[in-house]
């Protein structure tokens, strides 16, 4: 028995010597080498094309100007320039606020205290900020302000009618996240549910706040905690529905909160409209669904860099509630605007991260190709040195 044993053993020795001289043979030591490299290369994909289910090659639904397409400020935090956050309710804003605040690579970074929200970001040797966010100025223009209370309220807030004519130069870079809006009402409906009501909100436009008769509530007492998602989607002046359109267009264009101003379907157009421009014309803006890409637009476009990744949370409260079609169809039905909005705004970032991301790998093989002519210059040059020695050398020993 033993006997066998080791005859087949040594079969298997034999074998595998076999196969080893056979693929030495058929497959060089530099190709097996190369082959390796590759396989290691694929183990190690672009980071950025893994963190989601789109295609590996995007294609395109609108057409943008490479304009449009290249967001690059040059943003001077140590002068006068300003970034301003608008933070659109349950679109991941304070998981990226957070990020403006611990996470960014700085000369002089924040200054966050345990058990404090708002952090102190100065700028290099100054005492006043460069970033206008929750998190670093609080809500000084009204808790969640939208578009319209945040370009006429920020000049004001940040300068003084003195200080404005001092300061004409300065630069606001306004900057925001997106997110799915099916997801996001959701959220936000669980996190009404749990006694969220943002009152505090103003909503001023045109100098002013709502009048309840233009702007009612959707429940009698504190608070709507405990209500259904039915109900919830039930109240007609829900601010959940389009939220995002109507947070980032231009309400003053129709006639803020007073629906008598304007048929509806003309006023959807011109809020859609404005959502469109004011959200292509942003510094920046990134989407709940891409983090990771959404990390690296933002540090293309401000020369800012993050020090640590940012991380995909797929499961979130939203993602834990399982709804039917019908009611997934009504949601949609609610947030209209927004489902067209998110689709632009969809193809716009993606074309952007593409965009950028061949213009990053044109100026990689410019670099490369700047490199190898140097280095060949360098050669040239070495050689040429070295034969003009050899001949001296040659015509000296002539001369002896």
């Keep these: ?19 080893v001289i056979v693929v030495q043979y058929v497959c060089p030591g530099t190709e097996c080498q190369l082959l390796r490299l590759q396989a290691f ?42 970034i ?18 611990r996470n960014i690579q700085l000369e002089q970074p924040c ?16 005492r006043e900020t460069w970033l206008f966010s929750r998190f670093s100025t609080g809500w000084s223009c009204g808790l969640h302000a939208d578009w ?46 749990r006694g969220a009501t943002w009152k505090a909100s103003l909503h001023v436009c045109d100098g002013r706040s709502p009048t309840i008769e233009e702007l009612p509530s959707c429940y009698a007492g504190d608070d709507w905690s405990g209500c259904s998602l039915k109900e919830f989607m039930d109240c007609p002046y829900n601010l ?25 379907e003309q006023r959807n157009k011109v809020l859609l409209d404005s959502a469109k421009e004011n959200l292509k014309c942003m510094a920046f803006f990134g989407l709940t669904e891409f983090q990771r890409k959404t990390q690296y637009l933002f540090e293309k476009t401000f020369n800012m860099n993050f020090i640590s990744p ?17 009611t997934q169809k009504r949601i949609e039905a609610l947030n209209f605007l927004d489902m067209e909005l998110y689709e632009y705004a969809k193809d716009l970032f993606l074309q952007r991260y593409q965009f950028t991301r061949q213009k990053d790998h044109q100026e990689a093989r410019r670099k490369r190709q700047e490199r190898k002519i140097l280095k060949t210059r360098h050669v040239h040059k070495r050689d040429q040195t070295d034969n003009a020695t050899a001949d001296y050398v040659e015509d000296v020993e002539k001369w002896r």
Excluded at 86 to 100: A, D, E
């Design 1 to 19: 028995m033993d006997d066998k044993s080791n005859k087949l053993l040594l079969a298997l020795v034999m074998l595998f010597l076999f196969a």
């Design 41 to 82: 290369a694929s183990s190690h994909a672009d980071p950025y094309r893994t963190e989601d289910e789109s295609p590996p090659r995007f294609v395109a639904r609108l057409n943008f100007t490479d304009a449009e397409l290249l967001r690059k400020v040059d943003f001077n935090i140590k002068g006068d320039d300003l």
């Design 84 to 101: 301003v956050f608008l933070h659109i309710q349950k679109t991941g804003g304070t998981t990226f606020g957070r990020h403006l605040v």
């Design 111 to 126: 200054e966050c205290k345990a058990g404090q929200k708002k952090c102190t970001c100065h700028r290099p040797g100054k």
């Design 148 to 193: 319209t209370e945040l370009t006429n309220c920020v000049p004001s807030i940040v300068d003084s009618k003195k200080e404005a004519k001092l300061r004409p130069t300065r630069n606001f870079y306004y900057i925001t996240i997106l997110r799915d809006p099916v997801s996001r009402y959701l959220s936000e409906w669980r996190h009404v549910q």
């Design 240 to 264: 959940a529905n389009n939220r995002q359109v109507r947070m980032l267009s231009d309400l003053s264009l129709v006639g803020c909160y007073n629906l008598s101003v304007m048929p509806e």
């Design 310 to 326: 940012f991380t995909q949370y797929n499961n979130t409260r939203a993602s834990s509630v399982e709804i039917d079609q019908q």
